[in-house]
C-alpha cells in the first residue's frame, strides 16, 4: 500500500536531526506514523467465547457482532525521518512517538 504524496508545503527538517531532508544528499527519507492502540477486551472476550461454543476462532471472528478488537487512542502522529537518522537512531520507540506528539503539537501552533 502507498501512502498519499507530501505537498511542498508540509515537507519540513528531519524531526530527530532537525537538517534538510537532503543534507546528505539522500533523495529518500521516512515519514513515519505512531499510532497508540488499546485492546477492546469486551471484542476479544466476545470473539474468544464465540470461538469456543463454535469450535472455530475463523468462523467466530466472521459470526461476532465485531470483527474490531482494537481502538485508537487519540490521533496518529507523524514523524519525518532522513536517511542517516533512519540509518543511525536507537531511540525506543514509546520516545520517538514522544517526540513526534511534541513536534504535532509544535506545529498546530502551540508551545510546549
Known amino acids: 500500500m502507498t501512502g498519499a504524496p507530501i505537498k511542498a508545503r508540509d515537507i519540513r527538517k ?7 531532508l537532503m543534507a546528505d544528499r539522500a533523495f529518500t ?4 506514523t505512531f499510532e497508540r492502540m488499546a485492546v477492546d477486551v ?3 472476550k466476545g470473539i474468544v467465547g ?3 461454543i463454535l469450535g472455530s476462532e475463523q468462523l467466530a ?3 461476532a457482532p465485531s470483527d474490531e478488537v482494537a481502538v485508537p487512542i487519540g490521533p496518529p502522529d507523524q514523524m519525518i ?3 542517516m537518522c533512519a540509518m543511525a537512531h536507537r531511540e525506543p520507540l514509546f520516545q ?4 513526534a506528539a511534541q513536534a504535532a503539537y509544535v506545529r498546530r501552533g502551540r508551545s510546549t
Open 81 to 83: 525521518v532522513c536517511d
Open 42 to 44: 469486551q471484542a476479544v
Open 50 to 52: 464465540m470461538a469456543h
Open 96 to 99: 520517538l512517538a514522544e517526540q
Open 61 to 63: 471472528a466472521v459470526m
Open 29 to 32: 527519507f521516512f515519514r513515519v
Open 14 to 20: 528531519c524531526d530527530i536531526c532537525e537538517r534538510g
